[in-house]
C-alpha cells in the first residue's frame, strides 16, 4: 500500500490521520506527507519562528517515518491567490512521481479557505484515466475547521473508521510537537479535544480510539 496526506499546512496531518498513520506504517505501508504551503521571511514572517517550524517538521517526520515528504513551499492563507492550475500542475507532479494507491485529503465543508481549495486541485488529481494507480480516496476531519463549518449540506459524514487505540498517545505526542498551534481546553486543538473525538468515533464504532473518515471513491 502506498498512501498519502495531503496537507494544507503543517498539523492538519497529525489532527486528520495521525493515528492512521502510524497503523499505515506499523503494516508495512509507504507513506508519503505533501505539504501544501509554507511559511517563509519572504511571505512576511519572522526567522525564527521559520526555523521552529523547519524543525518542527523535521521532528514529526521521524516520529512518523514517512518514506517521502514533499513541500510545494505556496504562501498559507493565501492560496485564494494562487492559479488553480499551477496548484493542481504541482499536486499532480507529486502524484505521479509517489503514485499514491490511497490519498487523504482535507474535508470540502472546512472553514479555512486553503483547505477547500486544496480539496478541489486534487479532485483534478484523481481521474482513473490519468491516475489510474490512486484507488482510494478520504476526507479526513480536522479539529477548529471541519467542525466549524456552517454550510448545512456540506456536513462530514464519516462512514470509515479506523482503530487507532495502539497509537493514540503517539499521535497526541506528534501534535505536542506543534506547541504554538494548540490551546488549553476547550481550544478545538488541545489535547483534551484530539483525545475526546478520538473516544467518540471510537465509540461509533467499537473501538476504544478511531480516526473517522469520508470515503469519497474507491475501485478495485
Known amino acids: 500500500m502506498r498512501q498519502i496526506i495531503v496537507a494544507p499546512h503543517p498539523d492538519d496531518e497529525v489532527l486528520g490521520v495521525g493515528g492512521t498513520i502510524l497503523r499505515r506504517k506499523a503494516e508495512g505501508a509507504k507513506v508519503a506527507w505533501l505539504i501544501v504551503t509554507a511559511i517563509s521571511v519572504d511571505y512576511g514572517w519572522d526567522s525564527e519562528k521559520v526555523k521552529q517550524r523547519t524543525e518542527e517538521i523535521k521532528r514529526v517526520t521521524d516520529l512518523f517515518g514517512f518514506d517521502e515528504v514533499f513541500t510545494l513551499n505556496f504562501p498559507p492563507a493565501q492560496l485564494d491567490q494562487v492559479s488553480m492550475s499551477d496548484l493542481v500542475a504541482a499536486i499532480s507532479g507529486v502524484f505521479k512521481l509517489f503514485e499514491p494507491e490511497e490519498v487523504f485529503v482535507p474535508h ?106 469520508e470515503l469519497l471513491r474507491e475501485r478495485s
Request: charge should be neutral; glycine fraction near 8%; charged fraction near 20%.
Open 108 to 213: 470540502p465543508s472546512d472553514v479555512h479557505t486553503d483547505h477547500r481549495i486544496v480539496f478541489d486541485a486534487v479532485t483534478g488529481c484523481t481521474k482513473w484515466f490519468r491516475y489510474p494507480f490512486v484507488k482510494r480516496i478520504l476526507a479526513y476531519e480536522t479539529l477548529s475547521e471541519t467542525d466549524f463549518g456552517l454550510g448545512p449540506h456540506q456536513g462530514f459524514r464519516p462512514n470509515v473508521f479506523i482503530n487507532i487505540e495502539p497509537f493514540l498517545n503517539d499521535k497526541l505526542r506528534a501534535m505536542g510537537i506543534y506547541a504554538s498551534e494548540q490551546g488549553l481546553f476547550p481550544f478545538p486543538r488541545s489535547h483534551e479535544a484530539i483525545h475526546a473525538l478520538a473516544s467518540l468515533r471510537g465509540a461509533a464504532s467499537g473501538f476504544k480510539a478511531a480516526e473517522a473518515f
